[in-house]
């Protein structure tokens, strides 16, 4: 399942009514390290049917970037019943970011 892109009109009906958890990855496309761990989320999403991922691009969604005081990209978050219950800050290696995640 491809990682879709979330914004600040859809980001509480994708992400916080999902009923299944949900992996957030705040980035920016000038971030290089946003960019090196775009691939590892692809690749993890294809394998995970039980976890929806998807993306929110921090330049041109600040409101939801703001109201997760999101000040480092990328930052992973995994959100559960509309609430962040793990989170990953950096490009970390896929198993890293996998047990970070709960994954």
Known sequence: MAVADVTDANFES????SD??????FW????VPCRRISPILDEMSESREDVRFVKVNVDDNPQ???????TSIPTISRFEGGQIQKQAVGAL???????QLGL
């Open 20 to 25: 299944k958890p949900v992996i957030v990855d």
């Open 93 to 99: 290696p896929k198993n890293q970011l996998a047990a």
């Open 28 to 31: 920016a496309p000038w971030c």
């Open 14 to 17: 994708e992400v916080l009514q």
């Open 64 to 70: 939801t970037a703001m109201s997760y005081s999101i």
